[in-house]
Structure formats: structure tokens, C-alpha cells
């Protein structure tokens, strides 16, 4: 089992900054898989960020091509946390934003292929 916990929403004005944080219970945290959703009301969840470790400094990263070039995720394994480092906001990143994580290999967009979910974290961002 896994346990998910984030920190770092809030209201931000546009063009700002924001640092999400997702802290992770369990031993094998390294892993894993880890990967951002947002979701915004009335609309689907969508991929924003994927980062898999693959031993010694190594690391993979995906992004939303809404995402792209402002967004950028990192883990520490040591901690057991995964980030999400999101400037130039606009009002379009306005979401509940959700950390998950899956075993797996690879970095996956599909929602349905996580196992564990955080609760979420409401991000605003004003015009």
C-alpha cells in the first residue's frame, strides 16, 4: 500500500508560481512510477506530469503538451516526494491537482492505470 499526501496548492495570480508537493508512505517509494493530474470542473483528468527513476541519477520525465516548458517534475527518493515546479500559470491551470503513482516501468498517461491517489490540492490561479 501506498499512501499519498499533497501540499502546495493555492490561489496564485497569473504568471506566478506554484510548488506542489506529494509525500509518499512505504519502503519502495523508488519504484514507482509517479505521475501529476489535474482536473478542473466539468472536465476529464488529465496527465500533466510522469517521472520514473531508473537507478543511480537517471530519470524520466513526460509532460501535457499544456504543460510543456513551464511545468517541470522531480522526485527524491530519499524523501519519498515527488514535486511539481509550475510557473507561468494561467487561469487555464486552474484545478484540483492529484499526485499518483503506479508500479510500473514505464511512464503512463492513462489515469485508470494507477493504483494509489492522493486526495488533491486546489489550485487557482487569477487573471
Known amino acids: 500500500q501506498v499512501q499519498l499526501v499533497e501540499s502546495g496548492g493555492g490561489l496564485v495570480q497569473a504568471g506566478g508560481s506554484l510548488r506542489l508537493s506529494c509525500a509518499a508512505s512505504?519502503?519502495?517509494?523508488?519504484?514507482?512510477?509517479m505521475a501529476w493530474f489535474r482536473q478542473a470542473p466539468g472536465k476529464e483528468r488529465e496527465f500533466v506530469a510522469g517521472n520514473r527513476w531508473s537507478g543511480g541519477s537517471r530519470y524520466y520525465a513526460d509532460y501535457g503538451d499544456s504543460v510543456k516548458g513551464r511545468f517541470t517534475i522531480s522526485r527524491d527518493n530519499a524523501k519519498s516526494t515527488v514535486y511539481l515546479q509550475m510557473n507561468s500559470l494561467s487561469p487555464e491551470d486552474t484545478a484540483v491537482y492529484y499526485c499518483?503513482?503506479?508500479?510500473?516501468?514505464?511512464?503512463?498517461?492513462?489515469?485508470?492505470?494507477?493504483?494509489?491517489w492522493g486526495q488533491g490540492t486546489q489550485v487557482t490561479v487569477s487573471s
Open positions: 512505504g519502503r519502495t517509494f523508488s519504484s514507482y512510477t
Open positions: 499518483a503513482a503506479v508500479s510500473s516501468q514505464y511512464i503512463v498517461r492513462e489515469a485508470g492505470r494507477y493504483a494509489y
